[in-house]
Nanobody, 130 residues
Framework: LVQLQQSGGGSVKAGESLTLTCDASSYTFYGYGMAWFRQAPGKEREGVAAIMTGDKVTYYTDSVKGRFTISHDHTRDTLYLQMTSLLPEDTAMYYC???????????????????????WGQGTQVTVSS
């Protein structure tokens, strides 16, 4: 089920930037965890970045540290993923998710997510060409 509305994404060249947006205004996530996951064809869905919407603590998977920034606008209840210095290996379908049960962000990103749990966006494609 599509519960969160995503926008952004597209096709860019390596080294360029994109920003993804996730509108979570239909739900109350403030004080809980939100995250971005991605899935490339033939691969498992993997965690990219996560944030606690209350205290703004963040965690990133090693491959995107220093290049991606996750943020949350409390007023609009909107989640963002700013992606810079994009690489071909960043090519994937990106999904946002909110889950009030998540507290350990590192553990969450390293887990295999259950798409039936939490509130998920519809996904948006990011394609990076060399």
């Amino acid at each position: 089920l599509v519960q969160l509305q995503q926008s952004g994404g597209g096709s860019v060249k390596a080294g360029e930037s994109l920003t993804l947006t996730c509108d979570a205004s239909s739900y109350t996530f403030y004080g809980y965890g939100m995250a971005w996951f991605r899935q490339a064809p033939g691969k498992e869905r993997e965690g990219v970045a996560a944030i606690m919407t209350g205290d703004k603590v963040t965690y990133y998977t090693d491959s995107v540290k220093g290049r991606f920034t996750i943020s949350h606008d409390h007023t609009r209840d909107t989640l963002y993923l700013q992606m810079t210095s994009l690489l071909p290996e960043d090519t994937a379908m990106y999904y946002c998710v909110g889950d009030p049960t998540k507290r350990d962000l590192q553990k969450w990103l390293l887990s295999t997510p259950d798409p039936s749990k939490g509130y998920w966006g519809q996904g948006t494609q990011v394609t990076v060409s060399s």
